[in-house]
């Protein structure tokens, strides 16, 4: 056993995953982070912990709700470290199940704490708490209109002016071109009047009557 395990042990605590390095020692147990170096012990609640990425020159920073952990690369190996990191998360979310807040007094509320600006990096986190999703958005499909069934065709072959129109106008024609032979010797003139006007009216009685059905 490391001293830093050895000054670990001294807190009465049980660790679930330990890693320990040339610099430092760390440990999960039911509730908290436990860092120990030479500085001393360190503690961070594993269900105010958000976010784990790069710090400042040669650290890795764990981030909570108001507090934070600076972890020096230099104190452990650095894949081991890394893999610790990375299996921290299952831990966070068991912890954040067994928490149960009771409800605030009624009374003046204290100003939430001012967040720790994460530092600028380029490398993306080791894990991040990630947000809600959000849900479906619904839409609603058009509002369908009924077409009007077409309105049903007259059966029985149309009207029944159409048969009468038809045989005036046969009669109509007929009495033009008799007309015209009983008549040879009449006036020219009077005749193609006549058979003008007898086959203008026996067409548009025919028209009528196709028109008709």
């Not at 105010?48 to 650290?59: C, L, P, Q, S, W």
């Not at 007259?154 to 005036?168: E, I, S």
């Amino acid at each position: 056993m490391g001293k830093y395990e050895a000054a670990f042990s001294r807190l009465g605590e049980e660790a679930l995953v330990k890693l320990e390095g040339p610099g430092g020692f760390l440990a999960v147990t039911e509730a908290h982070l436990v860092f120990v170096d030479d500085a001393g012990v360190k503690r961070l609640e594993l269900s105010r912990i958000r976010r784990v990425g790069k710090g400042e020159a040669g650290t890795l920073l764990v981030q909570g709700e108001g507090d934070s952990l600076v972890l020096p690369l230099k104190a452990f190996p650095l894949e081991e470290l890394k893999a610790f990191l990375e299996g921290l998360k299952p831990h966070v979310a068991r912890a954040r199940k067994a928490t149960f807040a009771p409800p605030p007094a009624p009374g003046p509320q204290a100003p939430p704490p001012e967040a720790i600006p994460s530092p600028p990096s380029s490398r993306p986190p080791l894990w991040e708490e990630e947000a809600p999703p959000k849900p479906p958005s619904v839409e609603l499909a058009p509002e369908l209109r009924e077409t009007p069934p077409p309105a049903p065709r007259p059966k029985g072959g149309g009207t029944p002016l159409a048969l009468p129109l038809r045989l005036l106008a046969l009669l109509t024609l007929g009495y033009t071109v008799a007309f015209v032979a009983m008549n040879p010797g009449a006036d020219p003139w009077a005749l193609a009047g006549v058979v003008l006007g007898g086959l203008g009216l026996a067409l548009a009685e025919w028209s009528l009557a196709t028109s008709s059905r």
